[in-house]
């Protein structure tokens, strides 16, 4: 496994990450006999697969079901493995942004059920989960957590964001670790400018969605009529990079890792033979500067509709 500086947090971090969602709930791209949420037991030994495969830092949240718990089960234990989590920021009855004690009892409240859930004194990481612009401008809410951080509840915070004026809104804060964003074959966009300010910041940078939710795998023959673009871009760059479907997802993984300001590549591996492809993947090394320039034509898509999983109607 290969291991990468942690921006200025001075961990070393595996260059592939585990995230946990699909390990808490139905999540996906549904292909008939293969989707749903595992069975506890079995998601525990995946996730023990995966810290004794060499990854060190697996992602999760409040909102992933039951992902926090059975990750605390699974490796609570296991100091050397880094725990991500998530706090969420609710709107009021009217869209505002909560404050005050209200705000700071719902942060507080969260904290303890990840420590609690996670089976962690601190938490080694906590994001604030789908950073937007007015929420970075709320300053309440980074004052909570930093004051958590003081405390040593948390040990490095961080964002997940959507979109770029969100990440350089992130970048520009100053207090973050950690940046959590979008990156795959099909949707590139952070890395032109986000990549290179969050670099010169010195801030951690962890990608997500390296396989689009299952759009870059074979189960995009399953994807509704609504996201037929995503099939037809999902085939084209399975012909343009000379790959079946089974091996679509490999390159995919090896295209995130390639990018050397990347610190870490999240994978949502549902099982064990998903979790070995992928390490297989890791040990075939980066791509070359040929297929790296060619895979450049297929960020072609621009339409959050189709490339941000949260506007799907799909679970």
Not at 73 to 78: E, I, N, Q, T, V
Request: hydrophobic content about 40%; some cysteine.
């Amino acid at each position: 496994m290969l291991y990468r500086k942690f921006g200025r947090t001075n961990l070393q971090v595996s260059v592939l990450s585990m995230g946990t969602v699909s390990l808490g709930m139905d999540y996906g791209i549904e292909r008939p006999g293969d989707f749903g949420c595992p069975e506890e037991s079995l998601s525990i030994q995946l996730l023990q697969a995966a810290a004794d495969g060499g990854i060190n830092l697996f992602d999760t949240a409040p909102g992933y079901g039951k992902s926090e718990t059975v990750l605390g089960k699974a490796l609570g234990h296991r100091t050397e493995c880094l725990l991500a989590t998530k706090v969420s920021v609710p709107r009021g009855a009217e869209g505002g942004i909560l404050s005050g004690k209200v705000l700071w009892k719902l942060v507080e409240n969260s904290l303890e059920h990840s420590r609690t859930a996670l089976r962690r004194d601190a938490l080694d990481i906590v994001q604030i989960h789908n950073a937007t612009e007015d929420l970075l401008k709320h300053n309440e809410v980074m004052d909570y957590l930093s004051e958590a951080k003081d405390k040593g509840i948390v040990r490095f915070l961080g964002a997940s964001v959507y979109t770029e004026p969100e990440a350089m809104a992130v970048i520009r804060d100053g207090r973050f670790d950690v940046l959590q964003v979008a990156y795959n074959l099909l949707d590139q966009h952070m890395a032109e400018k986000v990549f290179p300010a969050a670099n010169e910041s010195g801030m951690s940078l962890l990608t997500r969605s390296a396989l689009l939710k299952g759009v870059l795998t074979g189960k995009a023959k399953w994807l509704p009529q609504e996201l037929q673009k995503l099939q037809a871009s999902a085939e084209r760059a399975k012909d343009l990079l000379s790959v079946s479907w089974e091996k679509l997802p490999e390159v995919a993984l090896r295209f995130c890792a390639s990018n050397p300001l990347v610190s870490s590549v999240l994978i949502g591996s549902r099982t064990i033979p998903e979790l070995e492809a992928a390490l297989s993947a890791m040990s075939d090394g980066p791509l070359s500067y040929d297929l790296l320039k060619k895979i450049e034509s297929l960020a072609a898509l621009s339409d959050p509709t189709l490339l941000n999983p949260s506007n799907w109607s799909i679970a």
